[in-house]
């Protein structure tokens, strides 16, 4: 199976400052139709999961700008610009390039 | 809007059986994958199956192959996961999921099962 690895575990971060996640996978994510399957997602505090960016950098539909997803083969990294009150939470990235799909460990923001 | 609305969780005992279902609207659910993904309490995520448009294809994590049956009701706009031999490292809120690993747009608010004696 791909082992995501996520780094920091845990991000405190002053409110306004940049915020950056790591995703590593233990194999390349370039799937045989051209395309990098790894996603974002974000879970609020007893909510379910949220998708935030979709094959590496593109925004979901209503995610602020301020997030922003790049990176290629299998190192990859979500940024988030300014960080606001509503960014907390834990952040996943997932591959879905190869099965079984498989999500990293979460990575828990708090405001410092 | 799309909303994905699970019901069926529960407390069973060990080796139990327990069928979650998860009802969909605002989508064409015809037209989507499905899947369902699960979270045990206080973990990270795990994708447990999920089913093409049709119902013809259907792909299981190993953990559940054997065990558990995805299916789906397009008349009905609805998916279902049967869950058999139940054992208490399938503690989990299982969420409903639009689509399959390339899509995975919408999540449903879960469903929690708990296995237990």
């Given at each position: 199976d791909v082992v995501m690895t996520q780094s920091p575990l845990s991000l405190?971060?002053?409110?306004?400052?940049?915020?950056?996640?790591?995703?590593?996978?233990?194999?390349?994510?370039?799937?045989?139709?051209?395309?990098?399957?790894?996603?974002?997602?974000?879970?609020?505090?007893?909510?379910?999961?949220?998708?935030?960016?979709?094959?590496?950098?593109?925004?979901?539909?209503?995610?602020?700008d301020r997030f922003s997803g790049s990176g290629s083969g299998t190192d990859f990294t979500l940024k988030i610009s300014r960080v606001e009150a509503e960014d907390v939470g834990v952040y996943y990235c997932m591959q879905a390039t190869h099965w079984p799909y498989t999500f990293g460990q979460g990575t828990k923001l708090e405001i410092k | 809007?799309?909303?994905?609305?699970?019901?069926?969780?529960?407390?069973?005992?060990?080796?139990?059986?327990?069928?979650?279902?998860?009802?969909?609207?605002?989508?064409?659910?015809?037209?989507?994958?499905?899947?369902?993904?699960?979270?045990?309490?206080?973990?990270?995520?795990?994708?447990?199956?999920?089913?093409?448009?049709?119902?013809?294809?259907?792909?299981?994590v190993d953990s559940v192959k054997g065990r558990f049956t995805i299916s789906r009701d397009n008349a009905k706009n609805s998916l279902?996961?049967?869950?058999?031999?139940?054992?208490?490292?399938?503690?989990?809120v299982y969420y409903c999921v639009r689509g399959g690993g390339f899509t995975s747009d919408y999540w449903g608010q879960g469903t929690l099962v708990t296995v237990s004696s």
């Open positions: 405190p971060v002053t409110l306004g400052q940049p915020a950056s996640i790591s995703c590593r996978s233990s194999q390349s994510l370039v799937h045989s139709d051209g395309n990098t399957h790894l996603h974002w997602f974000h879970q609020r505090p007893g909510q379910s999961p949220r998708r935030l960016i979709y094959k590496v950098s593109n925004r979901d539909s209503g995610v602020p | 809007e799309v909303q994905l609305v699970e019901s069926g969780g529960g407390l069973v005992q060990p080796g139990g059986s327990l069928r979650l279902s998860c009802a969909a609207s605002g989508f064409t659910f015809s037209n989507y994958w499905m899947t369902w993904v699960r979270q045990a309490p206080g973990k990270g995520l795990e994708w447990v199956a999920h089913i093409k448009k049709d119902g013809s294809e259907k792909y299981y279902y996961l049967q869950m058999n031999s139940l054992r208490a490292e399938d503690t989990a």
